[in-house]
């Protein structure tokens, strides 16, 4: 016993002491599909005996992976699409979603709002839908997510869970479930990814020890950052009890360098004074801004897991869990902009100019000497303190009570938090009189522009207009506690086939808010331009090049201290009169499930039937500027941003959704399945809570919707597969999703009251509002999905897929996230000392979402990325991982009825490159 206690003791410490990577070389092979214990999506006995009997598999390296990962999709009763951990260990991949882009079907982006693409993903969907309807597990159960950026954290507030807070590293298998069955989690409507975590008993040897050391260098901000992960695991000689601790700690640097039309297009009106002097650009539009946007950031995501397994008796098994990842993520954003509509509408100085369509592509104007009007304006945010995190423990039981009746149990906490401390604003107008211009060259290729006067320095600046802005103190929480409880009949005979029947129960407790929330302002001698800082830097000299535009440059910028010591002096940050009362919101749904489901299996087939009920009872608080119907408190007064009215609407819903597999082989090789199902998304947190904000001038506004139905989703699916080799497999899919109360935006005419008609007439006055606010509509996806996996030789192999999808809503309009071609090829090389693989994805344009009034695009992206492995001997090894190696320029555009498709964004992250020694014994 005491040696127990000092390998129990050792495996801690060095748990905490090293961060790494595992080798699946020392686990035995994880069971088909999901297998953690005590979960909806726990497998049957039936699948357990399956799998056994393919054999038992070590997981090696590439080639035995492949085979591992085909074997357990083989075995499924469902559709389902694997990867096991040798792939995400060898694949070019630094979190869970750079791995599953590479599956079939599988689509990712790296934002969440209109923060703009980064070089690391962030979110996964699935079948050309948005990441919402996609739910994402970790063994079974739900896991809180957060967000760093203050958009998503207040503004764009979705269901999907962020992938930079899921090291590969954390990773058994990952499992993703293209059809659905009773037994699994409700909240998926597109699927569900269910991420699989090790175990301390599935360990082959009783100590384990494993670590990287080594560091990624990010070519454009041209710095090294260091990147550690290890692992200790210790299990008994009798395989009774087993802890394993995992750490890890990743820091790197980020730049990107764009562009940014921000704030639309404006319309030149008739009467205006370029209109009179040229009455054939009456009606047309313009960019509003045009800015030169540099992002900088360090990432650093740190934590770990740690796992207790224990079986006390030879038919019960006790796990405890615990897995902590943080993500600190300070970043600086500067905006240096051509403010086109201070100078545009007068005409003052127009030289030149050439009109496309019904938009103003081509213009420049001369200096206006003793113009005091700002031909710039300047944005500089630093975000000290902003942060993501996500955390859950959970206690799972199974409990073989007889040999044909086997009880599961899970009882779990999670969290998710989104911090955004502070943001240091400095806005500042700039460029007096200073000329202008413009050249737009498409939505291909950014736009040129040029201001007059230097632009290198600080010396033209004009705090009068400007501002200070940016929210603080917010501190978004995503919690869940929940529990559930799951049994397993096993028959030894049935005249209809019925090999199983599963039940269970889950209840789960949610809740989504922010509570806290100043929203600064200018205070002080703050328009004095003797206060600002008197020292400055600028942008890198190669920002223009990198980004292949002709623009000012390199722009000044003050430093994120210089900023902070600048709005401690000049920002108004009191709690109460800055109170931003429209960032406010809470949503908390207690969830009740209860499912049945009967499991069938026959000579050449298997199949399965289920039911899943579902009671969700919704409690939605958020603020609005008007009394509405919803109207609980107000007003309430002594805000800076106007009086408001608390609303509380209390409601619930339940579903039945049936599901059904059916499994045929037609030989031993060839398979073919069929599935129907209906399932469930519930709305976003933003659809469901946003605040409202109303003009009271134009009698119109935006805001969220309360009484959003979940979106429902009738599934078929259909697909032939044919692993004619261990490590080979075509396969081609058809799937068809008609989708009912998809969440899509609409106006609708609502009562509220009129704020500044009541205080002139002294009394309540109340107008219909034309409101934008998310609605309820129908609408379909349907796809083709092939997939083609060649090994060449005994060292070579080959993948490729291409996904089809196309998708609407009502009245023809864009479902979010669907791109209509997306493809994956790879091909990789292995011997005992060796191995390399390279990869190319590419997906088509897509429906992004909104940024403020903008519905936006993000245009076609193809990404190359390769890894590359050398053992030096049986313990130690090097590894280099590249990803981004093509540079891609990530590109959006706008489609507008008024002006057609015009550029919006263009941005570049540059190259990545993880090179890494790993050690086990």
């Keep these: 016993m005491s040696n127990r206690k000092t390998l129990l003791a050792a495996s801690i410490i060095a748990g905490l002491c090293l961060s790494g990577s595992v080798y699946a070389a020392d686990t035995t092979p994880a069971q088909p599909g999901p297998a953690a214990s005590g979960q909806d999506n726990a497998q049957t006995t039936a699948d357990k005996n399956k799998a056994k009997e393919l054999g038992t598999v070590t997981v090696v390296g ?51 709002a209109s923060e703009g693409g980064f070089d690391e993903n962030d979110r996964v969907s699935l079948r050309g839908t948005n990441p919402s309807m996609t739910q994402t597990l970790v063994n079974g159960h739900t896991v809180g997510t957060g967000d760093w950026f203050v958009l998503s954290q207040v503004q764009t507030v979705g269901r999907s869970v962020s992938y930079t807070l899921l090291p590969a590293e954390v990773v058994s298998e990952v499992v993703v479930h293209k059809s659905s069955e009773a037994k699994l989690q409700e909240g998926g409507s597109a699927g569900t990814v269910d991420i699989i975590t090790r175990k301390p008993l599935e360990f082959a040897q009783p100590f384990t020890a494993q670590a990287a050391v080594g560091g990624v260098y990010s070519d454009l901000p041209g710095d090294t950052k ?58 047309k539009y313009y960019p509003n801004l045009i800015g030169q946007t540099l992002f900088t950031q360090t990432r650093t995501r740190k934590g770990g897991t740690v796992d207790i397994e224990w079986k006390p008796l030879d038919n019960l098994t006790l796990n405890l869990n615990s897995f902590y990842s943080k993500l600190e993520a300070d970043n600086f954003n500067r905006n240096y902009m051509l403010w086109a509509s201070q100078f545009v509408p007068s005409g003052a100085g127009l030289q030149s100019y050439t009109v496309k369509g019904n938009v103003l592509t081509n213009a420049s104007f001369a200096p206006q000497a003793g113009s005091t009007t700002p031909y710039g304006v300047y944005d500089q945010i630093s975000r000290p303190g902003a942060s993501s995190s996500s955390a859950y423990t959970t206690l799972d039981a199974e409990w073989r009570a007889t040999d044909h009746l086997t009880f599961t149990g899970q009882i779990g906490t999670t ?28 939505t291909g290729k ?28 917010i501190h978004v929480k995503d919690k869940e506690d929940f529990y559930q409880f799951d049994g397993e009949w096993a028959l030894d005979s049935s005249p209809i086939n019925l090999s199983t029947l599963d039940f269970g129960v889950r209840y789960s407790d949610h809740t989504r808010e922010n509570k806290t929330d100043i929203g600064q302002g200018p205070t002080g001698d703050w328009q004095n331009p003797a206060n600002y800082p008197t020292s400055w830097s600028n942008y890198p000299s190669g920002f223009n090049s990198d980004l292949g535009v002709t623009a000012p440059g390199p722009a000044w910028y003050y430093s994120p201290g210089a900023l902070a010591a600048f709005d401690a002096k000049y ?34 087939w298997t199949a399965n039937v289920g039911l899943r009920y579902v009671y969700t009872k919704e409690d939605i608080n958020y603020n609005s500027s008007a009394v509405s119907s919803y109207t609980s408190a107000g007003p309430i007064t002594g805000s800076a941003f106007g009086d408001y009215y608390v609303n509380t609407y209390n409601h619930g819903y339940d579903k039945f959704l049936p599901s059904a597999n059916f499994k045929f082989n037609i030989t031993d090789d060839v398979i073919a399945r069929f599935a129907a199902s209906q399932t469930m998304t519930r709305p976003d947190y933003s659809a469901l809570a946003g605040s409202y904000s109303l003009d009271d001038l134009t009698h119109t506004g935006s805001g969220g919707n309360p009484q959003l139905k979940p979106l429902i989703s009738t599934n078929f699916d259909a697909g032939l597969e044919w692993y004619f080799a261990p490590r080979g497999l075509v396969s081609a899919g058809v799937y068809n999703m008609q989708l009912s109360d998809y969440i899509n935006f609409g106006t609708q005419n609502i009562q509220f009251k009129d704020q500044q008609a009541s205080n002139t007439a002294g009394h ?34 080959v993948q490729t897929n291409y996904t089809y999808a196309s998708g609407s809503a009502e ?22 000392m060796f191995n390399a693989r390279i990869s190319y994805t590419y997906r088509s344009s897509f429906y992004a979402g909104v940024s403020r009034t903008d519905t936006y695009y993000q245009a076609g992206i193809g990404n190359l990325a390769a890894s590359f492995g050398y053992n030096i001997n049986s313990w130690m090894s090097l590894t280099l991982d590249a990803m981004n190696l093509n540079n891609p320029k990530l590109k959006y555009y706008t489609v507008n009825p008024n002006y057609g498709k015009q550029p919006y964004a263009f941005y570049v992250n540059g190259r990545q490159y993880y090179l890494n020694l790993r050690f086990k014994i």
Excluded: C
């Design 446 to 473: 950014p736009t040129n522009w040029a201001i007059g006067g230097d632009n290198t320095s600080p010396s033209g600046i004009i705090p009068s207009a400007g501002w200070i802005f940016g929210d603080q103190d």
């Design 811 to 832: 009245d023809g309009k864009p479902l979010q996230g669907t791109s209509k071609n997306t493809f994956n090829v790879s091909g990789y090389f292995e011997n005992q």
């Design 226 to 283: 260091p990147q550690f992960n290890g692992l200790v695991n210790w299990k008994s000689d009798d395989n009774t009890i087993g802890v394993m601790a995992q750490a890890f700690y990743e820091k790197r640097s980020l730049q990107r360098d764009g562009q940014e039309i921000v704030g639309g297009y404006n319309q030149i009106a008739a009467d205006s004074a370029i209109a009179t002097a040229h009455p054939d650009l009456a009606g």
């Design 62 to 112: 590439i080639r035995d992976s492949e085979a591992e990962s085909l074997n357990l999709k083989k075995a499924a009763d469902s559709h389902v699409e694997v990867i096991t951990a040798e792939d995400i260990g060898k694949l070019p991949a630094k979190n869970v979603a750079d791995t599953l882009q590479r599956l079939p079907g599988i689509n990712i982006s790296s934002s969440s």
């Design 415 to 442: 969290q998710g938090k989104g911090n955004s401390d502070h943001q240091d604003v400095s806005e500042l107008g700039f460029g007096a009189g200073a000329g202008a211009s413009w050249d737009m060259r498409g």
């Design 571 to 604: 920002a108004n940050r009191d709690p109460v009169a800055r109170f931003n009362w429209q960032n406010i919101y809470k949503v908390n749904e207690k969830d009740t499930a209860a499912y049945v489901q009967a499991n069938f299996a026959g000579d050449r």
């Design 764 to 797: 309540d006055v109340f107008s219909t509002y034309q409101v934008s606010v998310p609605t309820n509509v129908n609408g379909h996806v349907k796809g083709v999905e092939l997939n083609y996996i060649q090994p060449i030789g005994d060292y070579f192999g």
